[in-house]
């Protein structure tokens, strides 16, 4: 009981100790944070320590000359783009620098996990969908193909060229390394030469974590002597190995604050710089992210990726992977009640909850007797700094209740209060709670911590969605957020073992998937890319090092290459999706190397494939429905209306250009009765047509007044699934 109290006062002292401060409405909830524990530490006896600086990466928004303020306040700029700086702040002048009146806001988040498919946890290992075939005249060439994730093994052969000769990783920057002696980069170091990056052969977590090396293989992997070939197979690829709550512990602790959402920004810039510097378009994949927010955790943030996209600049990322837990309700005012039950593996749960009038925040706890604790809203904006703490007995055990209330981010006219219970045990595992909005007034709850379950003690009383729960910064207006698809459901592992994981078939949305739309309700994901179940290179390192590891069970194959043993391993989440449609995006730049974000958005609404006929698209579900990357080309190319082109590739027949105007067509049965073979070029015009007898499975067709360049190739046969047309190169 003494650490509860102990722990209550430690609590109660930076809450009040909040209400004393002027300007702290400049900082975001973490830098708050920060200053409300510095607080406590000098105001609370049980602290016994000194106080002691470290340094804060953050976004700080500034009127006149960014360096000047800056330099004033002992930080350093690390980088500007459309007017926001990126910084190094130490914490200790975090207050003299929200006090400063050309600062108008400072801005520090952590909290980015990966998307994997957490209904995958107990085999970590899905069945197998290799991807789709890639037009032959694009394959990504000329394009930089950016991922930031973490686990990357440099070493493996899906980074070379088919052959495993031709290296084709550029550079990478390993914002965790600690070989930073004379490094000039704000954390980590770079490495920019193939014998640099094979020296040291993984990033700093490649022993522990392997995503990077999946998720970069399906963008741009080779696929080496397999079938598991990624999207955009001879890009340039330059790699971000950056910091997520997944290798924290990695990190030291005294230089933890340097790796927040803004230096995520600098990676983004990293990879950007790279591509500029080289004259080549760029896509970034991201398969990253953490819980949108209401009170600004991300308008600093976004305005920074608004800067950094543009013409040949993309970058997408990853919906999230919690589309299937119930994580919001909405109660009109009609109605008088609205509420769920909540539960924790930890000692709180809590949610954002959204309205213009005043409500009332209804908590019951139930044991032997239902204790009831109401908040009127009203309360807690006359709190000191609306900020409102309470406790209630419930036996021997106080819950704790906090609520915060604040102007919405998106609309000052909605205020927001931020509520969490604590009760130091397993919160609503021990004593079902519920929680409930109450009153003649339109209120939203977003959840924040825990989970809703249905309870008996009351079963109506289970009004969460699934809703609301797209990934920042997927969010973001300018990033391409992307959601995962399913088709195969088993799949054989080396072992030889069967694996079942069941997501749908044939472009089905995986339940997982998360959808919106956004807080401030933007239709989200944007597009939707194959996600479940994709075979792609996992990291040898990690094999080594973790041979008992349950996901290892999930690689369907085990090679061995100069000595090491590698493998194709399978796995689902938008984790996933997100590289696929990076790859793709890829191959559409190497097109048009001066495709926008909302060019994309354009191809995606005339030619995205749709699974639900009966929706509207786009929509929070499927965004633009699923991308084809085929009819993309055709539309960027601006051929996808020329009478006589198919906007489908043919599924059982293969065109094979054999240069200087000759091809080869490559049936899997040979064709009853005549072919028609017609050429056209980009411009629409037909330069060659040719008929064919029927009866063979490989033709060699010799064309005339055909030069250097990309030709549609149209094949008419009797069946639907040697008829199509394929983009070639001669």
Sequence with gaps: MKRLIILFMVLTSCLWGYAQRSNMRKLSPMLRQLTHVSDAKRRVSVAHRPSSSFDICAFVQIKGDANEVLASHGCRQLAGVGGISIANIPSDRLGELAADPHVCRIEAERGNQLTMDSTGLHLNALPAYAGHSLPQ?????????GIMDIGFDLTHPNFYDSTGTDYRIRRLWDQISLDTLESSFYVGRDYTTTEALLGIQHSYDGKVHTHGTHTAGIAAGSGFTSPYRGMAFESDLCLVAN?????AELIPQDIIYKYTYATDALGFKYIFDYAQSVGKPCVISFSEGSMQDFYGYDPLYYAMLDSLVGPGRIIVSSAGNTGHIPSYFHKPAEVDSKGGFMFSYSDHVGGLMKSKDPFTIRTVVYSEHPDTFLIPTERVLAAPDSS????????DVPYVFFVDAYPSCYNPEETVYDYVVWAFLRMGLDRPVSIEVTGDTDVSFYKTAGYFQPCNYNPQLNDAVCSHCINSPS???SVI??????????FLNYKGEKHVYNQGTNGQRGNYSSVGPTFDERIKPDVMAPGTNIISSYSSFYLENNPDATDISSDVEHFDWNGRTYAWNSNAGTSMASPALGGAVAIWLQANPQLTPEDLRGIFSRTCRHYDPTLTYPNNLYGYGEIDVYRGLLDILQISSVEGISQHQPERMRVVPCGSGRLRLCFDEAPVGSISV???????????EQHLQGGQTNYEVELAGVGQGVYAVQVNTSSRSTTGSSLIRF
């Design 678 to 688: 017609k050429v056209y070029s980009i411009g629409g015009t037909c330069v060659d």
């Design 388 to 395: 409102y703490v309470d406790t209630m007995l419930v036996g």
């Design 243 to 247: 910091a997520v709550s997944n290798n």
């Design 137 to 145: 005249a694009y394959t990504g060439k000329g394009v930089v193909m």
């Design 481 to 490: 957020c992307v959601g995962a698809t399913s088709y195969r459901t088993e």
């Design 475 to 477: 969010s973001a207006p």
